[in-house]
């Protein structure tokens, strides 16, 4: 028997509306799938002009599909074997030029309107530059004379080696933490300069709406106003080697006191690369802050860092053991990728440093190589003369390898 007119309309009209507003429940929840709405107030507006072009192609959706799942059912051919032959109509032709035309405009002036406001950086409170690597972001504070590195934590990435026999699911924010995240005051519009050292990155915190392309050479700007402290992650978004995948970002959003405070506490010891892997939202308070610090519950990270990098001008001479105990944490977050944590690398490609004749070798040319780089190794003249001190010493004394105690001085010297 065949379905009456109406009742095939009803029901079709009925799953459509149904399915509508499953799409809407989840959309307001958006139960992870849909886009973050942020913390910020172009966050905000690049949600609108994402939902209203979302509900725009629903209701096209619903025109289209229903009218097809009319006809189909009211035309089909046992019920009309004759098929009619009417064409050409000016009216209908008319009307389906300007209705896309009225839509795309209605889309279009909302999103220049955003796109517009995202690139207005005058009037900012403060800069930050960001440097992409292979595989780490540098953060600069322009004009507050502090600056960074900021790789993933050692935990991670010890676990994400090949056969680290480690269960990552334990792992806490596993791949998406990072050593030393990027401190922001709240409610401060804050300048980014946007830049990279070797390869194109990009640097994207969905809950800030920013994500802009790295490129050397070049320098990309872009703002951001966070309206509520928290931590927001996000991750490089352009394929840029082996390690992509590896160089998180966090964005740590405070008040302003605990800002400042983070900022004379950096201040008070130069910049380290070493890992203490702190930051994630769970973790409790490290240790108390020092006394530059006034805020107590102030940022953890820059307290574990004043106390890493305590006053150790270039040429202070540093035990054997202080070296090892340093070169280890440095050889982990910037060496372990390709020479691997014991040492014994990924033949043909990367070399055993077990036995290695520039290990055991004269320390200059070690040096030299850690410094400039050599062939398929990345030089790594960002690490202190501290951190290349230390981690050219770990590796000459591990691992049953026989060479020399580095200490920063010889790394100074080699610099220039
Ligand atoms: C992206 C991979 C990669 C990273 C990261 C890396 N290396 Fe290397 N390393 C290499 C490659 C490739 C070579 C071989 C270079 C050549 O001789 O052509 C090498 C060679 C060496 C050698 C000499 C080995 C020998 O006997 O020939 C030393 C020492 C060394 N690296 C130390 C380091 C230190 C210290 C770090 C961290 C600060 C580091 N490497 C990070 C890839 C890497
Ligand atoms: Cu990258």
Known sequence: MLMKGWLSR??????????????WAYTQTSGGYNMPTGVTEISHAVHKVHMAAFWTCVAIAVVVFGAMTWSIINHRRSKHPKAADFH????????????????LISLAVPAAGTLIRMEDTRGSDMTVKVTGYQWKWQYEYLGENVSYFSTLTAESNAARQLHSGVDVTKVENYLVDVDNPLVLPVGKKIRFLITANDV???????????????????VNEIWTKIEQPGTYRGVCAELCGRDHGFMPIVVKA????????????????????????????????AEPAPAAAPAPAAVEVAAADTKAAAP??????????????????????????????????????????????????????????????????????QLSDEDVAAVATYERLSWGNKGSVVQPAQVAALRK
């Open 10 to 23: 009803l029901a079709a009209g009925t799953g459509l509306v149904m399915a509508s507003f499953g799409a």
């Open 88 to 103: 050409e109509s000016v009216k209908v032709e008319i009307l389906w030029t300007i209705a896309p035309f009225v839509i």
């Open 200 to 218: 194109i990155h990009a640097w994207w915190v969905p809950e800030l709406a920013v994500k802009k392309d790295a490129i050397p050479g070049y």
């Open 254 to 285: 405070v008040s302003e006191d605990e800002y400042k405070a983070f900022i004379a506490a950096k201040k008070g010891g130069t910049a380290v690369a070493a890992a203490a892997p702190v930051a994630s939202d769970a973790a409790p308070a």
């Open 312 to 381: 150790a001008p270039a040429a202070k001479e540093e035990g054997k053991d202080e070296l090892m105990k340093k070169g280890e944490a440095v050889y982990k977050a910037n060496c372990a990728a390709c020479h691997q944590a014991n040492g014994t690398g990924l033949p043909p490609n990367f070399p055993s440093l077990v036995n290695s004749k520039v290990a055991n070798g004269p320390a200059d040319a070690h040096v030299t190589q850690i410094l400039k780089g050599k062939n398929l190794m990345p030089p790594f003249p």
